[in-house]
């Protein structure tokens, strides 16, 4: 089992920042890949970023140029830097983690921007 702990959501005004963090502990793998998914209120769960081990990014169209992904591998930790952020960006983020055919799920933080 991998447990996540995630932190940094909170209410910030448009064009504002957060930094989001996960952190993984328990039966971690090496090569993974770690990143973020969003779920708005009556919408589905999105894609926001992942990052895999070895480097490889990829981001949703809607977030590129504004948030940036990052990961410590010694740490088995992931960051997500939101930046011009906007309510349309308002929802519950949630951490993700995968390797080989298991993936696992953060408990969500919920980011808030006011207009």
């Known amino acids: 089992q991998v447990q996540l702990e995630e932190s940094g959501g909170g209410l910030v005004q448009a064009g504002g920042s957060l930094r989001l963090s996960c952190a993984a502990s328990?039966?971690?793998?090496?090569?993974?890949?770690m990143g973020w998914y969003r779920q708005a209120p009556g919408k589905q769960r999105e894609l926001v970023a992942v990052?895999?081990?070895?480097?490889?990014?990829n981001y949703a169209d809607s977030v590129k140029g504004r948030f940036t992904i990052s990961r410590d591998n010694a740490k088995n930790t992931v960051y997500l830097q939101m930046n011009s952020l906007k309510p349309e960006d308002t929802a519950v983020y949630y951490c993700?983690?995968?390797?080989?055919?298991?993936?696992?799920w953060g408990q969500g933080t919920q980011v808030t921007v006011s207009s």
């Open positions: 993700h983690y995968a390797f080989l055919s298991s993936a696992y």
């Open positions: 328990g039966s971690t793998f090496r090569f993974n890949v």
């Open positions: 990052i895999a081990s070895g480097g490889n990014i």
